[in-house]
């Protein structure tokens, strides 16, 4: 039900970036979605890949500092709108988001949002009650 | 023009015996009434009875930054709290401040030379003298006050900070002598440019110091504030500014010798130098008597020259320091330690122990910024718990060093390690 997201630090040096997607590449790990977060002197990027396990190693043997966060995905309509329905579910059980992000594919209808919040099961709960459709890790890892 | 004609233009040999008679009487004070100073001559199987002239100076122990903080906050004092009138701290190499103690005397001593200092810049009692130092526990504000009233100027106590009310006082009192930090008079002067008042104030003249500064500096702060720019030297535990003092011929310091015995040492042994060769400046206090230190290492490289000088002065002259003898640094006029940014990381669960620091002068003020390492198992997904990280290591800063910094948050292991004497610091400013 939840999705494993990795995150990584990125000190505000040029170059780190770029890297950390060499390294990913370099070992055939798929980006399904990103979002980057900066400050003025650090940032963190967000991602989400098709194997976040083997992410997180190579990452961590090439330096970089990471960790891995449980985050839940949705399906919402493709259309205005479409994302009020997720939130004002959350916001109606007074569940924060801490941050979101939002991706399209070309393989599935829809489009996709990742969401932080603080409590990952109260939250899918509501959203299964209020008829949010909810995707499964081996669906988001395949997209 | 001499604020103590007779004190500053004595004839070398007479000033040597004063000083060989007052540094018999502080020996003798500090064996009797300081246990630490006691110990130490002690150890050494030295009696005050062995020092009978300055010719014995160098037979007498150091004293170093670290025995103040072993006989932390008062250990070292020679006399009974009943006569100590002010008490003043600065930064000490780790957590604890360095604190220093005066009696009514030393009062009067430190006006008198901080008065010699002044008047060898020119002042008088007609002058109206501006002390932008900061005033409180840093010794720069309340040295720089005592001088400027000894000498019965008009002083005022602007203190540092709020740029436009020192322009606005500077224009309307008339101030024609400006005390501060020499990157705090060029602050000034950028400010009263942009406000149009440099041709409304009437600073003739500006003795700063508390801070390392260039002559490119000196020739900037002269032209851009239209005044004569002299430098002034001292340490909170000699006494604060005025221990040395340039006039205006401008070939170095002159220390007060009658009460402050310099030398030069060489570092590494602590054997004293000739005059002309660079190394450690040492003072010895001879006349204070709340905390007379002796053969104080004050980690500032310099030279001494006793040639006379030409403005009359007998009193040895120090070269503008050239460096130092340890990490320490000068921000903003505050003295800063390696050290104590150390034992701050040290607190911090979140944070490894490796740190650089940048210091850099931006418009005229000093930055520093501290990259910290942040240890991988803390770092988050979240902005907001970095952001709380870097907010808490930068209050904690604040507070040990009295000075704020910048905190910037660096990958894990990305600060070198070297095996020898780590590399903590880039100084941009390029002072020395």
Redesign the interface.
Known sequence: MFIN?V?V?I??RSGRLSSITKVLGDNGIDIRALSL?D?T??G?L?LIVNDPKKAEKVLKDN?????T?KVIAVQVEDTPGGLYKTLDCLQGANIGV??AYAFITRKKDGAFVIL?VENNEIAVEHLKDCGVNILSEDEVYSI | MYWNKEIETMPREKLRELQGKRLVDAVERVYKNVAPYRKKMQDIGLEPGDIRSIDDLYKLPFTTKDDLRDNYPFGLNAVPMSEITEIHASSGTTGKQTVVTYTDNDLKIWGEVAARSITMAGGTNKDIVHVSYGYGLFTGGLGAHYGGQTIGAATIPVSAGNTKRQIQIMRDFGSTILMCTPSYALYLAEAAEELGAVNDIKLRAGIFGAEPWTEPMRREIEQRLHISAYDIYGLSEIIGPGVSGECNFKCGLHVQEDHFIPEIINSATGEQLPAGQAGELVFTCVTKEAMPLIRYRTRDISTLTYDACECGRTTARMSKPSGRADDMLIIRGVNVFPSQIESVLMGINEASAYYMLVVDRKNNLDTLEIQVEMRPEFFSDEVRVLENLKRKIAKEMESTLGLSAAIKLVEPKSIGRSEGKAVHIIDNRHLY
């Open positions: 997201q995150s630090f000190e505000n977060a400050t002197n650090f963190i967000r330096g970089f500092t990471v960790s966060t801490e941050y932080r």
